[in-house]
């Protein structure tokens, strides 16, 4: 993999990842961009104690625009583009239109491939790894921002999921606080340490979903399962069979074997509803452990926390969603019309031949 660092027109960092060491990075962003004003302000609930951003600035992103107008194709003549170069393989740039800015941490966008029709799902085994080390590095990287405190990596895919932008993108999110759901599962493990005398809360479930009839598929190095108590309908959790706290902690095995245990559960998504149906809308979302401070966990360190991708769709049918609706979104308690065991025994039947 080779890095290339350079600057937007508006002073935004743009960085390539290529597969090839011979290739040279040298274009300018040649459009006439002022200078990103972010208005990002992060606030407290005294009641819950969780956090919320408040962008009013993100109220003028760009919004499904037509596809030759797409801001993460490539630059081409005189269409020019986020990216400044006629071609790329990974890119990532700091959002234009960040959640999280300046001491409210950052936000990044990661553009898997310059195709536009293209889709994570329809990446080589090669590209898919090569989005995997520019994961791992700007995970790297953020983690030793001082005002970053956890990193997040996900893709929203699908306009029913409320993407604006066609072109097969992730997002990378670098908080200035622990998220409310990465503080739940702490909690947990803490509380589990202290029950059981030391065992790790993560490795007990996984030994548990190993041997129930939930299990999706198994490799080497991963294991990929419907979670027991699955939120939606379909519903992945994703796990280095090692424990490791983040990106960084996988070794060369497990990321070597990723792509293709990954790529293989993108393509079943894809099929769990029928020939003919529209992609599968779902998200990718990375658990990592935080960097900040752990001491409100009582005794729990980053080591206890199992990096690991939780992969969902809100679809819960044919033709139907699951939307998040009074017991959901009103008291956080969810309701799933498709049980775990026909989800997990659904995906095992769309397996490729």
């Known amino acids: 993999m080779k890095k290339t660092s350079t600057r937007l027109a508006d002073g935004r960092e743009l960085i390539y990842y290529d597969l090839s060491d011979a290739t040279v990075r040298d274009a300018a962003d040649r459009r006439p961009l002022d200078a990103t004003v972010t208005t990002s302000e992060i606030r407290r609930d005294p ?50 239109f960040p959640s999280l800015a300046g001491d409210s941490g950052r936000c990044e966008v990661v553009c898997f491939t ?3 029709n293209a889709s994570f799902g329809s990446l080589s085994e090669e590209q898919a790894r090569l989005v995997l080390d520019a994961w791992t590095d700007r995970t790297s990287e953020l983690s030793h921002l001082p005002s970053v405190e956890q990193v997040f990596c996900f893709e929203n895919r699908g306009a029913e999921i409320g993407v604006t932008l066609q072109h097969p993108h992730g997002q990378i999110y670098a908080y200035p606080f622990t998220t409310p759901r990465t503080s739940l599962m702490l909690r947990q493990v803490a509380a589990h340490k202290e029950a059981t005398g030391g065992a790790n809360l993560f490795d007990t479930v996984l030994a548990e979903e ?53 790529l293989e559960l993108l ?9 003919g149906e529209p992609p599968t ?16 966990f009582d005794g729990v360190t980053r080591d206890d926390f199992a990096l690991h991708l939780e992969l969902f769709t809100i679809r819960r049918t044919s033709g139907k969603l699951k939307f998040l609706a009074g017991s959901e979104s009103g008291m956080n308690v969810f309701i799933n019309d498709v049980p775990p065991e026909r989800a997990a025994e659904r995906l095992r039947e769309v397996a490729s031949s």
Not at 49 to 76: I, K, N, W
């Open 210 to 262: 190993r041997a129930g009839g939930r299990v999706v598929l198994e490799s080497d190095h991963w294991f990929a399962h419907v979670p027991y108590a699955a939120h939606w309908p379909y519903e992945v959790h994703l796990y280095p069979r090692r424990r490791v706290p983040d990106l960084l902690g996988l070794d060369e095995a497990a990321r070597a074997e990723f792509p293709k245990v990954y």
């Open 281 to 296: 809308p779902y998200i990718a979302a990375w658990h990592q452990a935080p960097f900040g401070a752990l001491e409100e």
């Open 47 to 96: 009641l819950l104690g969780d956090c919320v951003a408040v962008a009013s600035h993100r109220q003028g992103r760009t919004y499904h625009p037509p596809a030759d107008e797409c801001p993460l194709c490539p630059s081409e003549g005189d269409r020019l583009s986020e990216i400044p170069d006629s071609s790329y393989d990974v890119v990532v740039f700091e959002n234009r």
């Open 114 to 116: 310059s195709d536009h």
């Open 267 to 275: 393509r079943r998504f894809d099929r769990i509803f029928g020939e």
